[in-house]
């Protein structure tokens, strides 16, 4: 499989089946992602050792509790963009820090974005398309700012 589409309730796995069976052969993993709210799936991405960065933007559904959890854990890099920031993106990568997989299409982080609603993600393993998504992330984390427990004090008072 070079290049898959899969939509959950349809598509034989779910995203978080796709997710977790791709997380297994990854040494690094880069989520991009609007909402977030399933920091189980990243503590057992961190419990595996595995180096997580999270990049989300910080208005509901993004939920405080999840990420302050997040910020007290090692091997993760917090970020955050603007309200505006909407895009999916995740991309896995091996021991020399190449990128060897990636997802692209409409699952937040949460249960129901990686299970139960209808989404439509691609799934690749095409290198020209990976480079891409890989340019594009690093794009996204340099305009990023660091999610600090301080700045989640603020998104929850907001």
């Keep these: 499989m070079q ?14 089946e796709y997710f977790n069976e791709t997380a297994e052969k990854a040494e690094k993993i880069i989520i991009a ?3 977030f709210v399933d920091e189980k799936t990243i503590l057992d991405q961190l419990d595996a050792d595995k180096k997580v960065t999270l990049l989300v933007s910080l208005r509901p559904p993004t939920n405080y509790h999840s990420l302050m959890r997040l910020t007290q854990q090692s091997n993760i890099e ?8 909407h895009s999916k993106i995740f991309a896995f990568y ?36 990976l480079e891409k998504i890989d340019k594009t992330l690093f ?12 700045v989640l004090a603020n998104y929850e008072k907001r």
Excluded: H, W
Excluded at 3 to 16: A, L, W
Excluded at 78 to 85: E, G, S
């Design 3 to 16: 290049t898959k589409i899969i939509t959950n309730r349809i598509s034989k796995k779910s995203t978080q």
């Design 33 to 35: 992602v609007a909402f």
């Design 78 to 85: 917090l970020l955050y963009l603007r309200d505006d920031f």
């Design 94 to 129: 091996d021991n020399s820090n190449q990128i060897f997989n990636g997802l692209v299409g409409s699952s937040n982080f949460t249960y129901n974005g990686l299970t139960r609603n209808i989404e439509t993600n691609m799934i690749t393993r095409n290198p020209d398309i």
């Design 139 to 150: 794009e996204l984390m340099a305009r990023a700012k660091s999610l600090t427990p301080e």
